[in-house]
């Protein structure tokens, strides 16, 4: 709904609504008329009849509506308002002696949206202490938050500057000018968290992030799907909102993701002591050589989508002839295979796997050689050397990264070509260990 006046119409009700008492006694004559409810902007305090007449402009989600000098004992609040075309009624109910600024009654959901901007019907029943009421109403008002944020928020790697996009709450802080003790609130579209003093919140990560509470109508699986979360800080005192951070998407930790080795590479003719002859067809690209097959399972609750590069990786050959020579080549291939409760699906440079609660595959690691291998004939020996890692992208339901690791093919194999070699052959100066995880000798 697009409104066009911050205030369509502003109607009073000017006399007493009901007599109803709580305790009825026909001796007792009520002539209760309350004041009409005050509203506190920034550019000062307005009965709700003046605003009538005040057309140009509209509340903030910061204005407070305070009926301390209405005479009544409690106030009731009924908002109706829409937001685009969703139809939304908050009901507030509190002591009149208590202010009530209209960020208290807006639902949480609402509060975390990048613009506000609803268009509400207001209705105040202000009730004396022996049950009699007094109605006003307020009619086409334009809710927002046109104020800017009271609460600031800072990373502190970047200063005032933070990504648009994610950001690690263990880097976000939030600046408040308190003069008296306040409680830190961190609300996000799925879930809030334990309310904590203002004092003892440096970085966003001090909420117990790992102990959510979901908001009304979302499940258990909200957060894992989107851990990317569009999250806003309020600041109270005294149980009422007094300020509220600027918008944060913050990367909310999930669990990672689980892989096992499934196999070891190949065993070709190998011998007692692990040294082996490599086969001739191999040397003659007849076929290519599994390197070896990691298992990735799915243990979460939700259907998981991961993504890994197609191109080949680049793995080194030394090659023991007369003098040690190493040499490198792009013939290391990692593929997804053996899916199950998985689906697979190539881009132009990537797989992409959606893995179903409990579902597994493979990534499986190959030799496939090419044309150059046969370029050294006098080669009596070949230690391979795998690539360092393989980048594993974790994404969420929308897409985004959410995580990832290298995933480590640090490994060595060693064969000889007509008779076996040793390790020691390949000296560390002409072809060295350094950065490798472990080594499997076949």
């Known amino acids: ?37 005050v509203i506190v902007t920034d550019k000062g305090k307005s009965a709700i009849e003046e ?4 057309l140009a402009r509209g509340l903030d989600i910061l204005d407070v509506i305070d009926t301390r000098s209405s005479g009544a004992k409690t106030t009731r609040v009924v908002a109706n308002c829409s937001l685009a075309d969703q139809k939304i009624q908050m ?25 506000i ?60 000018s308190n003069s008296g003790a306040a409680a830190s609130n961190l609300i996000c579209q799925d879930a809030r968290f334990e309310t904590l003093s203002f004092e003892s919140v440096r970085e966003l990560n001090d909420f117990d992030l790992s102990n959510p509470v979901l908001l009304e109508g979302k499940n258990g699986a909200a957060l894992l799907e989107r851990p990317i979360q569009t999250c806003r800080v309020f600041i109270s005192q005294e149980g009422h909102y007094v300020a509220y951070s600027p918008i944060v998407r913050l990367k909310l930790p999930r669990p990672p993701i689980e892989f096992s080795v499934s196999a070891l590479p190949s065993r070709i003719d190998a011998d007692p002591v692990k040294e082996v002859r490599w086969p001739t067809e191999l040397m003659g690209f007849a076929r290519p050589m599994t390197y070896g097959e990691y298992r990735i399972t799915n243990s979460l609750p939700i259907t998981r989508k991961i993504k890994f590069s197609r191109a080949p990786l680049e793995f080194r ?36 796997i959606e893995i179903a609660p409990g579902g597994t595959f493979l990534i499986r690691a190959e030799l496939r050689p090419e044309r150059g291998w046969d370029n050294f004939p006098n080669a009596k020996g070949v230690l391979v050397r795998g690539p360092g890692s393989l980048h594993i992208t974790d ?15 640090g490994s060595e194999l060693i064969g000889g070509i007509k008779q076996p070699v040793s390790r020691a052959e390949f000296n560390e100066s002409s072809c060295p260990s350094s950065g490798l995880n472990h080594g499997y000798y076949w």
């Open 1 to 37: 709904m697009k409104f066009t006046r911050f205030f369509a119409i502003g109607v009073l009700a000017a006399g007493l609504t009901s007599c109803t008492k709580e305790n009825p006694d026909e001796t007792q004559k009520d002539n209760f008329k309350a004041k009409p409810p």
């Open 51 to 54: 605003l009538q007449s005040s």
């Open 91 to 115: 009901v507030h109910e509190g002591a009149a002696e208590t202010p009530v600024p209209l960020i208290q009654i807006l639902p949480t959901w609402v509060l975390v949206q990048e613009t």
């Open 117 to 176: 901007d609803l268009g509400c019907d207001l209705e105040f029943t202000l009730t004396n202490p022996i049950g009699s009421r007094h109605i006003f109403t307020l009619n086409n008002v334009r809710v927002t938050n046109s104020r800017a944020p009271n609460a600031r928020l800072s990373s502190s790697s970047t200063g005032d500057s933070y990504s648009a996009e994610a950001n690690d709450p263990s880097e976000m802080r939030v600046r408040f």
């Open 317 to 352: 050959l030394c090659l023991l002839a007369n003098a040690p020579t190493v040499v490198t080549r792009p013939w290391f291939h990692v593929y997804p295979a053996d899916p199950q409760n998985a689906t697979v699906q190539q881009t132009d440079d990537s797989w992409v």
């Open 395 to 409: 994404l969420d339901a929308d897409n985004r990264e959410v995580g990832g690791f290298d995933f480590s093919f």
